[in-house]
């Protein structure tokens, strides 16, 4: 069964950190672009990040740049987004997904379950 789960959500205060994981099982995320994305309750579903194949390339959006890193261990078949200054609205499901290409988070293929991110204090 091709599959992604994410971990290492929870409750985490404003200012604090935290680490999540994308892990693939199925198949291999070596070939693939990989997106992290979020979705606020009554909010539409946003990218947060991308990486490329070779994790030469990444891309962020605006409101986590400089806070967020992706990042990704092909040997390990999984990647990571640290998330560093959380704010309330940082608060959402994160959800992985791979590209059917090499390079962009384009015509998304698979998706994870979601794990859920809540900064409060």
């Known amino acids: 069964q091709l599959q992604l789960v994410e971990s290492g959500g929870g409750l985490v205060q404003p200012g604090g950190s935290v680490r999540l994981s994308c892990a693939a099982s199925?198949?291999?995320?070596?070939?693939?672009?990989i997106g992290w994305f979020r979705q606020a309750p009554g909010k539409e579903r946003e990218e947060v990040s991308c990486?490329?194949?070779?994790?030469?390339?990444?891309v962020y959006a605006d409101s986590v740049k400089g806070r967020f890193t992706i990042s990704r261990d092909n040997a390990k078949n999984t990647v990571y987004l640290q998330m560093n200054s959380l704010k309330p609205e940082d608060t959402a499901v994160y959800y992985c997904?791979?590209?059917?290409?090499?390079?962009?988070?384009?015509?998304?293929?698979?998706w994870g379950q979601g794990t859920l991110v809540t900064v409060s204090s």
């Open positions: 199925g198949f291999s995320l070596r070939y693939h672009a």
């Open positions: 990486i490329s194949s070779n994790g030469g390339s990444t």
């Open positions: 997904a791979n590209s059917v290409t090499e390079n962009v988070c384009e015509h998304l293929e698979i």
